[in-house]
């Protein structure tokens, strides 16, 4: 019977000899700093300048959320596309509200992405960079900190889009208070009534009934203002099937 090559190679593989000729990077599984500086080392191999930043991305996420947003920061500086420094700041900032830090690391790690973001010399991911800044900051329940971020935002519509971004997120959190003094601060009004619009939606998908009417009632654009009740409405008409059908 005649064996076949790759039968053979597969056999080879599995035996001891072969597993013991195999390149080891000294790592076990579980031991994730081990493994991540593993990963940046063999990164600086990749030849594509695109798919190296990526990877460095990533990795600064990963490190960030394991707290060791320290380590993250240092890869910055080998990422050389602005939208993908832009988008790693971003992740480390977000990554802040999951891995358990306090609030004076926080402080000190957004201080830091601050920092940061004033070397990005691309004006779009600059602005980029400071949105995600406030939204990671909202995210992590810095209020004060990502209204000043916004603040400090030169564009119109960027920073109004921040305050925006900001309200999303403290809605999402249940927080309506901090969401309608996020919407006071924007100074257009088709963006306060596009972001009044969301809140309210938000906060009518928590079942948060009242906040939501509250939101809707702030829309001054007519159209948008019966949206956003109309929505209210068919968030309480969903609520109470369901929990007819839980009784059932």
């Not at 990963?62 to 060791?68: K, P």
């Amino acid at each position: 019977m005649k064996i076949s090559p790759f039968l053979l190679l597969l056999t080879f593989l599995a035996s001891p000899v072969a597993l013991a000729q195999m390149p080891q990077e000294g790592c076990a599984a579980t031991d994730r700093p081990c493994l991540l500086a593993a990963m940046t080392k063999d990164a600086q191999a990749i030849d594509n300048s695109v798919w190296r930043d990526q990877t460095y991305r990533e990795i600064a996420k990963t490190m960030a959320q394991d707290g060791h947003a320290q380590e993250a920061l240092s890869l910055l500086d080998k990422i050389e596309t602005p939208d993908t420094q832009a988008m790693t700041i971003r992740g480390i900032g977000m990554a802040l509200s999951e891995n358990g830090a306090g609030p004076e690391e926080r402080a000190q790690i957004f201080a830091a992405l601050r920092e940061r973001a004033e070397t990005i010399t691309h004006p779009p991911s600059y602005a980029i960079a400071l949105t995600y800044i406030s939204m990671a900051q909202a995210f992590a329940g810095d209020n004060e900190g990502a209204w000043k971020t916004a603040a400090e935002m030169e564009n119109d519509a960027l920073r109004h889009k921040a305050y925006g971004e900001a309200a999303e997120i403290q809605a999402e959190k249940g927080d309506s208070k901090a969401a309608t003094k996020s919407i006071l601060f924007i100074e257009s009004e088709a963006y306060r009534n596009k972001a009044y619009s969301h809140i309210s939606k938000i906060l009518a998908d928590r079942g948060q009934f009242e906040e939501s009417l509250t939101a809707a009632q702030a829309i001054t654009n007519p159209y948008k203002k019966v949206q956003a009740m109309q929505i209210l409405l068919d968030a309480q008409s969903l609520a109470a099937q369901e929990e007819a059908a839980a009784k059932k």
